[in-house]
């Protein structure tokens, strides 16, 4: 059956760039996570989503960073002027429902490197 | 407001022999727990769950934790380690006024043969 996929897997940006990472979670899934995780350490929660809903953007790190999700779905983490400290592992999930001790199912995440 | 910390960065057992992996939290209310587990060039998969149920919580691949709330603790255990249970495992906690994860840093489980 299929997962949580994203894309791309693996992007190198110069800095300044601009980036844009895609998350398909599982279908019909309602619920939608997206995690930085740095070199050693455990995933940092940037976002959630409920549906189409941004509930909780608390863990954006700045301005720079924005996530959409709309139509409920496909969710886009989108990161502007990137800087040599964005160099992460993007992580995504997803829930079937919106509780809070739902299972979190992972994507393989997009391994972003900043030059 | 919530952490997790996971003492010992690494921890190396021979095979058979029993996994420990430590796990305490802080919260001011009982909050959801979870231990992950992430393979070489995989995602994380879920481990086990604790939800206010059971305090003893059983997992795939013959892992448990239980939890103590009186010590903060979710610690995960399984008593004879396989080759194959070599990864990274975290432990993690739901923001009870919310929907934000915690991780902890995550350690890393070597196992000799």
């Known amino acids: 059956g299929a997962g949580v996929s994203q894309s791309p897997r693996y992007k190198v940006a110069k800095r300044g760039q601009d980036v844009a990472l895609r998350c398909d979670p599982i279908s019909g899934h309602v619920s939608l996570f997206w995690y930085q995780q740095a070199l050693g350490q455990g995933p940092e929660f940037l976002t959630y989503?409920?549906?189409?809903?941004?509930?909780?953007k608390s863990g954006l790190p700045s301005d720079r960073f924005f996530a959409e999700r709309p139509e409920g779905s496909v969710s886009t983490l989108k990161i502007q002027r990137t800087q040599q400290e964005d160099s992460a592992v993007y992580l995504c999930?997803?829930?079937?429902?919106?509780?809070?001790?739902?299972?979190?199912?992972f994507g393989p995440g997009t391994r972003l490197t900043v030059l | 407001a919530q952490s997790v910390t996971q003492l010992g960065s690494h921890v190396s057992v021979s095979e058979g022999a029993l996994v420990l992996l430590r796990c305490n939290y802080s919260?001011?209310?009982?909050?959801?727990l979870f231990w992950y587990v992430q393979y070489p060039n995989q995602g994380l998969q879920l481990l086990l769950k604790y939800t206010s149920a059971a305090t003893l919580v059983k997992g795939i691949n013959g892992f448990e934790a239980e939890f103590k709330k009186s010590e903060t603790s979710f610690h995960l255990t399984k008593p004879s380690a396989h080759m194959s249970d070599a990864a990274e495992y975290f432990c993690a906690v739901i923001n009870t006024g919310g929907f934000k994860t915690i991780f902890g840093a995550g350690t890393r489980l070597f196992v000799k043969a």
């Open positions: 999930a997803s829930t079937l429902r919106e509780g809070r001790a739902d299972t979190q199912y």
């Open positions: 989503f409920q549906n189409e809903a941004q509930l909780d």
């Open positions: 919260s001011s209310v009982p909050p959801y």
